[in-house]
Nanobody, 126 residues
Protein backbone atom coordinates (compact mmCIF):
# COMPACT_ATOMS: atom_id res chain seq x y z
CA UNK A 1 0.00 0.00 0.00
CA UNK A 2 1.13 3.58 -0.61
CA UNK A 3 0.03 6.89 0.87
CA UNK A 4 0.20 10.05 -1.21
CA UNK A 5 0.46 13.68 -0.10
CA UNK A 6 0.28 16.52 -2.60
CA UNK A 7 1.76 19.98 -2.13
CA UNK A 8 2.65 23.06 -4.13
CA UNK A 9 -0.77 24.37 -5.01
CA UNK A 10 -1.72 28.01 -4.65
CA UNK A 11 -2.92 31.16 -6.35
CA UNK A 12 -1.15 32.32 -9.49
CA UNK A 13 -1.89 34.78 -12.28
CA UNK A 14 -2.64 33.62 -15.78
CA UNK A 15 0.59 32.92 -17.64
CA UNK A 16 2.38 31.97 -14.46
CA UNK A 17 3.83 28.67 -13.27
CA UNK A 18 3.49 26.25 -10.40
CA UNK A 19 5.15 22.96 -9.55
CA UNK A 20 3.13 20.37 -7.74
CA UNK A 21 4.75 17.60 -5.75
CA UNK A 22 3.36 14.28 -4.59
CA UNK A 23 5.27 12.51 -1.86
CA UNK A 24 4.67 8.79 -1.48
CA UNK A 25 5.24 6.59 1.52
CA UNK A 26 6.53 3.05 1.28
CA UNK A 27 9.61 1.37 -0.13
CA UNK A 28 8.05 0.22 -3.38
CA UNK A 29 7.32 3.59 -4.96
CA UNK A 30 9.41 2.77 -7.99
CA UNK A 31 7.05 -0.08 -8.84
CA UNK A 32 4.05 2.25 -9.19
CA UNK A 33 2.95 4.11 -12.25
CA UNK A 34 1.68 7.55 -11.28
CA UNK A 35 -0.90 9.99 -12.52
CA UNK A 36 -2.26 13.46 -11.95
CA UNK A 37 -5.94 14.24 -12.22
CA UNK A 38 -7.91 17.42 -11.51
CA UNK A 39 -11.43 18.40 -10.60
CA UNK A 40 -12.87 21.84 -11.22
CA UNK A 41 -15.95 23.07 -9.33
CA UNK A 42 -19.09 21.46 -10.68
CA UNK A 43 -17.17 19.21 -13.06
CA UNK A 44 -16.08 15.59 -13.09
CA UNK A 45 -12.52 14.67 -12.26
CA UNK A 46 -10.36 14.52 -15.38
CA UNK A 47 -7.02 13.11 -16.40
CA UNK A 48 -4.07 15.48 -16.61
CA UNK A 49 -0.87 13.45 -16.97
CA UNK A 50 0.69 10.07 -16.21
CA UNK A 51 4.15 8.57 -15.99
CA UNK A 52 5.43 5.00 -16.06
CA UNK A 53 7.24 3.43 -13.11
CA UNK A 54 10.62 4.15 -14.67
CA UNK A 55 9.74 7.61 -15.93
CA UNK A 56 10.45 6.50 -19.45
CA UNK A 57 6.93 7.02 -20.73
CA UNK A 58 4.69 10.01 -20.15
CA UNK A 59 1.13 10.77 -21.20
CA UNK A 60 -0.80 14.04 -21.28
CA UNK A 61 -4.31 15.30 -21.79
CA UNK A 62 -4.59 17.38 -24.93
CA UNK A 63 -5.58 20.41 -22.85
CA UNK A 64 -2.23 20.53 -21.06
CA UNK A 65 0.14 19.12 -23.68
CA UNK A 66 3.07 21.46 -24.25
CA UNK A 67 2.39 23.37 -21.02
CA UNK A 68 2.63 20.74 -18.27
CA UNK A 69 5.43 18.26 -17.59
CA UNK A 70 5.22 15.21 -15.36
CA UNK A 71 8.38 13.73 -13.87
CA UNK A 72 9.44 11.55 -10.98
CA UNK A 73 12.36 11.00 -8.64
CA UNK A 74 12.23 7.41 -7.41
CA UNK A 75 15.08 8.01 -4.98
CA UNK A 76 12.92 10.62 -3.24
CA UNK A 77 9.59 8.83 -3.66
CA UNK A 78 8.17 11.89 -5.35
CA UNK A 79 6.33 12.70 -8.55
CA UNK A 80 6.09 16.25 -9.90
CA UNK A 81 3.83 18.22 -12.17
CA UNK A 82 5.43 21.34 -13.61
CA UNK A 83 2.69 23.64 -14.86
CA UNK A 84 3.60 26.55 -17.13
CA UNK A 85 1.53 29.09 -19.05
CA UNK A 86 -1.34 28.54 -16.66
CA UNK A 87 -4.83 29.52 -17.69
CA UNK A 88 -7.93 30.28 -15.61
CA UNK A 89 -9.45 27.03 -16.89
CA UNK A 90 -6.64 25.15 -15.13
CA UNK A 91 -8.22 26.12 -11.81
CA UNK A 92 -9.06 22.90 -9.96
CA UNK A 93 -8.12 20.59 -7.14
CA UNK A 94 -5.23 18.48 -8.38
CA UNK A 95 -4.93 14.87 -7.24
CA UNK A 96 -2.02 12.49 -7.36
CA UNK A 97 -2.75 8.80 -7.96
CA UNK A 98 -0.77 5.56 -8.03
CA UNK A 99 -1.25 2.17 -9.59
CA UNK A 100 0.83 -0.99 -9.52
CA UNK A 101 -1.24 -3.04 -11.94
CA UNK A 102 -0.54 -1.45 -15.26
CA UNK A 103 -2.78 -2.22 -18.19
CA UNK A 104 -1.55 -0.45 -21.33
CA UNK A 105 -3.98 2.12 -22.59
CA UNK A 106 -5.65 2.81 -19.26
CA UNK A 107 -3.39 5.64 -18.09
CA UNK A 108 -6.13 8.23 -18.31
CA UNK A 109 -8.86 6.30 -16.47
CA UNK A 110 -9.57 6.86 -12.79
CA UNK A 111 -10.50 3.23 -12.21
CA UNK A 112 -6.97 2.18 -13.14
CA UNK A 113 -5.55 3.85 -10.03
CA UNK A 114 -5.81 2.22 -6.61
CA UNK A 115 -4.38 4.96 -4.41
CA UNK A 116 -5.20 8.67 -4.23
CA UNK A 117 -4.00 11.71 -2.38
CA UNK A 118 -6.22 14.33 -0.76
CA UNK A 119 -5.60 16.94 -3.42
CA UNK A 120 -4.11 20.42 -3.59
CA UNK A 121 -5.94 23.52 -4.80
CA UNK A 122 -4.64 25.42 -7.82
CA UNK A 123 -6.30 28.75 -8.61
CA UNK A 124 -5.37 30.74 -11.71
CA UNK A 125 -6.62 34.32 -11.81
CA UNK A 126 -7.23 36.19 -15.06
Amino acid sequence: QVQLVESGGGLVQAGGSLRLSCAASGRTFSSYAMGWFRQAPGKAREFVAAISWSGGRTYYADSVKGRFTISRDNAKNTVFLQMNSLKPEDTAVYYCAARNRVVPGTESFEYAYAYWGQGTQVTVSS
